[in-house]
């Protein structure tokens, strides 16, 4: 029996997406939105963003949805982003010194605290929340305030958090593809499971003005073989500079670094990893992140 | 006419009291102190507030609609003038009758009309007539009504006509004449806490009906203040290098008069305060008031105000974690892309003014910018003469010299900030887009590295 359309129009099925919330914030990705329940990022609720690594794609991702925000005057608040916040980088977003606010908080406590804040005053247009760490519990807390907040929230986390369970309505997975693209899963909204990951174009910081059809593909630009030194056998080098590092050092290093393999002299002696730079990158990576 | 009359408790004896730097006695027994500040209080609701006897009268019926009708006001007179130290609050037509009612602990006429409420309230509510009370009640007088009954003309002649014209007060039979409180030019209040408090978190509860009155002065004076000064004085048997006391000043963004933004504030910043020796006294200064122009009531369900809110919110967030740390951008002329950004602390004079100015469209930069800098910049491994970030770059646009900075010197060195930098775009799949630079370490003012004249590259950004 077809039911009235005033009645049909007011049930969900659960095979279709939700309508989610009243208010809601077009990401600024067509893909993205005919997936998002009500075509793009939701008030009113959390929005969990789960990164490989910070400072990757925050910007990329949440930043289209964000002018949309401060056209109504209302402020951006960012708390405890990775790094320094570039305020040029974030003109190109349509973002402007009236419009953020950067809270540099450290500790996970004072993180969360300075999210609940804001989400409670229901003052700023928007709130970006780097969250390294949180409880289901504390992320429960954020979610029953958030249901006062009409801008978008967006809780950073890390990849590690992708098997915790969370009460945010809406997780979604993002990492990039050097070819000027974001890949974009939808882990968890309400609606049918989201299968296949969106691939969505996207050139940051204004770099579309600047790119040539050559660097469009960078992933075709693969670094160059590694080059091999003729006459010296890597294996020699190693052995050899090992037997010497007990006489000297200091000058073995320097031969050993200006033969292009710092590799080597870093293995032999990781202290003086400052001095030609850091070569292993999970190390450079806990370094920075 | 409407008349709301809140009635104040006895002064208790202070024992320990030097009688020569006493207050000299209240004639009624109350803090004449506590009676001025309730009267300031209520200043905000109306200009017509006077002083009568242990209690303190206004006259509100104009006030109404201002405070959202005669229950809205009622709920919120009843809800805060406790705290400045009222025991009673009656609410009558005329101020003698509500002060009556008050003492009588009749909150109103509740319906009725005001000579039925008034007749069986016993004699001793109206003063004139506590006097007379002895005589009156041997001869059967105890309440207002029986003695109106009584013939006016031998009332007057064996009791003066002053209860006579008191009792037509009450009645509304007789006008009467109030010398109005005047509202002071400038704000100090002092409190003497009941009891002497050696931790700070404590004086905000002495400290909460300073706030209220400073909030009551700046509403009747339609004005807001940038910061409030609390001093507290120390207890006389305190250790000698204590000293008499000492303050506090709070400072806010905007002009605000919200008690509860003020508390917040109080709170945050009492939490972090030790005090010398224990506290006795407390007294509260207004800084830098000035003319707050209000927003004008509207028909339609409200709009949240938003800016307003956000600076209260930052200010509470930045009690807790320091000023330094909430901070807004300033966008500074300079090539070099660590000075194109000065964070400063959020409510700082200048980020206020900008703010304030034109709404212009945000343009965005000619040229790609990253949207998250390295401070400082990160030293990038080399191999095979290519930098090295999570994976060997791949080197896309470029290079975009940044040369320049010898102006900008280091204080009190000979050092500058010159910089000579190839900015390149990088990418790989694990880090993303950075913005690279590549720099000769020698000669180019970074001193210590003058032997070694290399190429190195640095990571400075991050295009998230």
Redesign the interface.
């Known amino acids: 029996m077809p039911l009235p359309p005033a009645v049909a129009e007011a049930i969900w099925r659960g095979d279709a997406l939700g309508r989610g919330t009243d208010t809601v914030w077009p990401s600024g990705f067509d893909a993205l939105d005919a997936d998002l329940p009500g075509g793009g990022w939701p008030g009113r609720q959390l929005t969990e963003v789960l990164l490989p690594q910070f400072s990757l794609a925050e910007w990329r991702l949440a930043g289209p949805a964000l002018r949309r925000v401060v056209a109504g005057g209302a402020a951006v608040a960012m708390v405890g982003p990775p790094k320094r916040p570039h305020l040029p980088g974030l003109m190109h977003l349509g973002l402007d010194e009236r419009h953020l606010v950067w809270i540099d908080a450290r500790a996970p406590s004072e993180r969360l605290w300075c999210t609940e804040q804001l989400i409670k005053s229901n003052a700023a247009g928007a709130v970006l929340a780097w969250l390294p760490q949180a409880a289901p519990e504390q992320l429960r807390r954020l979610q029953v305030l958030a249901q006062s907040f009409e801008g978008p929230v967006f809780l950073f986390r890390p990849l590690t958090a992708r098997h915790d369970p969370s009460p945010a309505p809406l997780r979604v997975l993002a990492t990039i593809d050097v070819d000027w693209a974001l890949d974009v899963q939808i882990l968890k909204r309400k609606g049918p499971a989201h299968e296949t990951p969106l691939r969505l174009a996207s050139i940051p910081g204004g770099l579309e003005h600047v790119l040539t059809p050559r660097v469009m593909r960078p992933s075709t630009m693969r670094p160059v073989a590694p080059m091999t030194v003729p006459g010296v056998d890597v294996a020699d080098t190693v052995n050899e500079s090992a037997g010497k590092a007990q006489v000297s050092a200091g000058p073995l290093l320097e031969t050993v670094s200006e033969s292009l393999h710092e590799p080597v002299a870093l293995t032999l002696f990781p202290e003086f990893s400052h001095v030609v730079g850091r070569t292993d990158p999970a190390a450079s990576s806990a370094g920075t992140v | 006419m409407l008349w709301v009359a809140l009635i104040l408790p006895p002064r208790p004896p202070a024992p320990f009291e030097d009688p020569s730097t006493a207050p000299p006695p209240h004639p009624w027994g109350i803090c004449a102190e506590t009676q001025a500040g309730l009267a300031v209080w209520c200043l905000q609701f109306t200009p017509r507030v006077a002083l009568m006897e242990d209690a303190v009268v206004m006259e509100v019926e104009a006030s109404l609609r201002l405070f959202r009708g005669l229950p809205a006001l009622k709920a919120r007179l009843s809800d805060e003038a406790p705290d400045l130290g009222a025991v009673g609050i009656g609410w009558a037509p005329s101020a003698t009758a509500a002060l009556v009612l008050a003492r009588c602990g009749v909150l109103d006429l509740g319906g009725r009309l005001l000579q039925a409420v008034l007749d069986p309230l016993p004699l001793q509510a109206l003063s004139a007539g506590a006097e007379h009370a002895e005589p009156l009640s041997r001869a059967g007088i105890n309440t207002l009504g029986q003695l109106r009954a009584l013939p006016r003309g031998g009332i007057g002649r064996r009791f003066g006509a002053a209860l006579l014209t008191m009792l037509d007060q009450a009645y509304g039979l007789r006008p009467e004449a109030h010398a109005w409180v005047a509202l002071p030019e400038d704000f100090h209040a002092r409190v003497e806490l009941p009891c002497r408090e050696d931790h700070a978190p404590a004086l905000l509860l002495g400290t909460r009906p300073l706030l209220m009155r400073l909030c009551g002065w700046l509403a009747a004076r339609h004005a807001g203040a940038t910061g409030v000064t609390l001093h507290w004085v120390h207890d006389s048997m305190r250790a000698k290098d204590a000293g008499e006391g000492g303050c506090l000043t709070i400072r806010t963004a905007e002009p605000i008069r919200e008690l509860e933004h003020f508390c917040r504030l109080m709170a945050e910043h009492l939490a972090k305060t030790q005090l010398l020796a224990p506290v006795g006294e407390l007294r509260l200064e207004a800084v830098g008031v000035q003319a707050l122009v209000e927003d004008s009531g509207s028909l339609l369900p409200d709009v ?1 105000r ?2 307003e ?2 600076y ?3 200010e ?2 930045a009690a ?2 320091g000023p330094e ?7 500074g002329d300079d090539h070099r ?1 660590e000075w ?2 000065r ?1 400063r602390p ?1 409510g700082d004079g200048r ?1 206020t003014s ?2 304030k100015g034109r ?1 212009a469209a ?14 400082p910049p ?7 003469h ?1 930098p ?7 080197l ?2 470029g290079p975009d010299r940044v040369e320049g900075g010898w102006w900008d010197r280091i204080p009190d060195t000979k050092a500058h900030r010159q910089v000579t930098r190839d900015y390149w ?1 990088a ?7 950075l913005a690279v630079y590549q720099e000769r370490l020698s000669g180019t003012g970074n001193g210590d590295d003058d032997k070694s004249a290399v190429q ?2 640095f ?1 400075h ?4």
Do not use: K, S
């Open positions: 949240v938003t800016g809110t956000l209260l919110t930052l509470r967030i807790r974690l740390r909430v901070q807004q951008p300033v966008l892309p194109q950004t964070w959020c980020t900008r703010r709404q945000v343009r965005a930069p000619a040229v790609p910018e990253p949207a998250f800098l390295l401070d990160l030293r990038l491994a080399v191999r095979e290519r090295h970030y999570q994976g060997p770059l791949t896309l646009v775009i990418v790989n799949e694990n880090a993303g887009v190195a590259w990571l950004g991050m295009y998230a």
